[in-house]
């Protein structure tokens, strides 16, 4: 269970992934011990992800992506969806309501990269309906799980 | 500049936000005062921000919204994207190509959340067209910089 | 609070919503005093509601129609859908995700119900941007608390 | 026949469904035993039909969602509404005009249930081209003939 | 009151609108006066057009456009609708479910036709939403009640 | 050739498709046989129709209904156009461009009429990905050449 | 007027625009005078163009787009394609039948131009209801009249 | 590599693709030598065109058509586009991003040449899911580099 603890020590992270245990502890209150135990439970339990990120913005070489996909409605969408989500280029994925089964996030290569998303990774799957895909061109508090500064 | 090195101690931190400096230093063979440094470099240029995140599948009183929305042609476009970026509940914003203008993330109160977003929060930002929201009913490898579990 | 045995009174109800309290006492096994008890509490909460209903396809003069609606983004959403939910002809309404901020179910005069209701009806209230209809040609399982048979 | 007597039961009884018959019969000014006859003959000729129901914003375990469905051309478009409309969520199911073939009104289970459905459930029937779900976030006087408060 | 015989003479005045009156009045075996009477009554009533047209493929220098329109919601739907309908270019109109809320057949000049039609035509009517036009390339069974050829 | 007197003889057929041979050679001037020569070449060679025609309004039992179909792209578009257009029930139709291949114009029975036409007169084409349909509620100016008054 | 040899120097020049003029002489038969004269003839009148030409693919600082404009009917429609043809960054425009009311053919800086181009320099025309943006990834056989090589 | 030189040469050919060598030397201070090699280099290098090109205003047998192509999701999607640029009457095409797969230019014979692109042409390649066509009524600042004036 998630209590309120836990939550504060997340908010902490939320802003400075890289606080170190003791500091945190003197916030909270708590010993170092404290914090690092609890972090350590939320990070195995996959209830807290910490990650180094970049702004998409400063990454000129690539491109984020959200791609709306149809599949054909079938007896597998959650596992068309997890296929999908395990391809080269995919960053997140969401079933959604909608217009669209599938929006996805791809971060490819600025250019050629969406064709070749979807001319050769996508396409290994079968029982795409239809694609339609949305360019950011500019984004704002995006960060990108990726290196390619 | 970015160098190679940057972008390998981005990627670690990529998958372990809270690597250690000794860890990291041991791994690119350079000394951990290096990696510190360089650390510290990139989060202070804005190129890299270390997060904690959470699955948003564990939030069962929170609920991802990707949202279109439309927005009267006007001089200010990167200004009322700035706007929005700033309202409570949103997450990250996109400047679009296609069918919307900008598409926002959202991390918003199931059920009534987005009808207050809609009615409340995004109602104080004039020249809004139309918007079209797409619930994220399950998320692949989404990690959301808030604390709600 | 609705309990287990609300529940089975409700369930009961939805099926005959005419079932005298003394059947409903012996199939759950509970004195009828409960029974009565326990509908008159849940009709008085506004958890129940017991209502005659008619099928849409038996009433030929009348016509049930969905209609979508998208309204200018303002600071009274829910205030509008109130409004727009006490029109005449309008059955039930709801707040939706997606392409239409509103779906409205409508039970208008066959033929020329829909234009009065748009231009005449509909049109006392102002900040509706557009409007998409959809005809029941044929419902199944719909009952229409009216009387027009 | 349906006449204006008729008419005038089915009236009061969408007001109250759980009127006594001795109660209507008075408002009409006819016997008791003419109000329970003509009651009984609407209900078996499935003129009439009197339901509990619940109001869906009180039930937080499920959600209201209104799915367009478009089905191949096919000679059995009717027998295909028909499946549908007896698949485990649907309310109540329209053939309609415009955009979509069928517009159905599903009850579901709040989060996962969509997705269930979509991906189970109706992957049963074969020839559906595409859907598109529009969620319920807030209704106005919509009764469900369930249970699930 | 249209009767069986009023059909009769509908019918056979829709294969040959120049038949003369003995004829159909040898074919339905009644007196040419009869069929005069009834057919003239029909006209007067408005229950009933004969007309000259033309298939509209074999006029070049004119295009045949069906054109979809949105108008902002307002109280004179029909009035505007009716307005329209008497626009130079105008054939008919009709006020339509679903997508449009007026779709109308224009017969216009061949390529700059449709231009004007929209930028000077249709601008002098206040409350145009939006227009989505179809040309027909090719017409099948289609009469046009005009002498371009 | 059609020329100017061919052209001045069938605006007047326009507005009266039952005028006298004499009459109409009065107006124009020229003697009877010459009109009369005239009318039938054009009616032998397929330039002119006269034909009687009903107002749709005036028709309660008959719906008059615009269908956008799509085809799968294939190499008889043409013949399936054809196919499409002698199905019962379709008054014209026409290949188009825009968003729908083609657009036919129905004349059916009222409420259950398009059911059927897409259920089973249209579904004995094969190649119809998508169809929609919009209902005229109301027209203006159209005539439609058959006799259900 | 343009003959049959006009078209034949058109044609030779399609293929290569700064082919000589005596060797355009030697392949249609006729003096060189001749050739130069009818090419000023057919430049000074418009009815040809001779241009240098880049293909959009190598040209990586720059971005093909296509624009779907719709804007508000007004009895300016020419005069509003004609401003927005002239703006910075529009290659070529046309009114066009269907979805959109103008699709503009930009060339704008990779990344930040089309930004720019709806923030800035489209924001100058009134009018415009809503664009949709179409990013050409690659192109055959397009050649840009501009020199960003 | 294409240089600043080049690109001035490129620009003046822009303007003028007749531009003698010895004037376009004059105009850049080098020697015609130069500029021949140059201007040669470019062309044999694919980095230049120049064409002779005709306004498609002045064409009334042609058709400029922009035409929006959906393909099936497969491994060839640069193949597939490859194979429709090489159709007869594609002057160009795009891969694009948005609710196109292809967006295509079109130069047709006027009135029956899409109807035969799109039916006989464009059938020859499988997998083409859907198309929507644009008809250009007026075009500003567009060259075809075809001789059908």
């Not at 998630?2 to 997340?10: A, K, L, V």
């Not at 079968?126 to 390619?148: C, H, R, Y």
Request: glycine share 6%.
């Amino acid at each position: 269970m998630t209590d309120e603890m836990d939550r504060r020590i997340i908010t902490l992270l939320n802003q400075d992934g890289r606080a170190a245990y003791k500091d945190i502890a003197a916030r909270l209150d708590v010993s170092e011990g404290t914090i690092r135990n609890r972090i350590n439970r939320l990070l195995e339990d996959g209830r807290l992800r910490v990650m180094g990120a970049i702004d998409p913005d400063l990454a000129p070489s690539k491109q984020l992506v959200l791609l709306g996909i149809r599949i054909a409605c079938s007896k597998d969408l959650s596992k068309k969806a997890e296929e999908i989500a395990r391809l080269d280029g995919v960053l997140a994925l969401h079933l959604t309501t909608g217009r669209f089964d599938i929006l996805a996030e791809l971060w490819l290569d600025a250019k050629v990269g969406l064709i070749q998303f979807l001319g050769q990774t996508l396409a290994q799957i079968d029982g795409i309906v239809s694609t339609e895909s949305f360019l950011a061109m500019k984004s704002f508090n995006k960060w990108i799980p990726q290196s390619d500064l």
